[in-house]
Nanobody
């Protein structure tokens, strides 16, 4: 299994970024995926989850209405569109594979992460 995140960087408050996670080594369309984030001195936070077919999604209250998770099973890629970014969104964003098709399955593989910094 391999998960490779990209798209992180430095953005001003109010700006947007789209993170991508390219997956390989497993049947991507059979597994739910999710994004977590880890900020310094803070607990790791589940940001968003998406079911294997993309029909069901779930978001942390802190990002609801600003972030959108999606996936393209033909490209083996999951995305996180982040809009109206705030300084408190600054963190390493980590793509994860879950253990089954639905959102309830626990994470069984973690990517390396990509840094997102929101600052003026």
């Amino acid at each position: 299994v391999q998960l490779v995140e990209s798209g992180g960087g430095l953005v001003q408050p109010g700006g947007s970024l789209r993170l991508s996670c390219a997956a390989s080594g497993f049947t991507f369309s059979s597994y739910a995926m999710s994004w977590y984030r880890q900020a310094p001195a803070k607990e790791r936070e589940l940001v968003a989850r998406i079911s294997s077919g993309g029909v069901n999604t779930n978001y942390a209250d802190s990002v609801k209405g600003r972030f959108t998770i999606s996936r393209d099973n033909a490209k083996n890629t999951v995305y996180l569109q982040m809009d109206s970014l705030k300084p408190e969104d600054t963190a390493v964003y980590i793509c994860t594979k879950r253990g089954g098709r639905s959102l309830i399955h626990p994470v069984d593989f973690w990517g390396q992460g990509t840094q997102v910094t929101v600052s003026s």
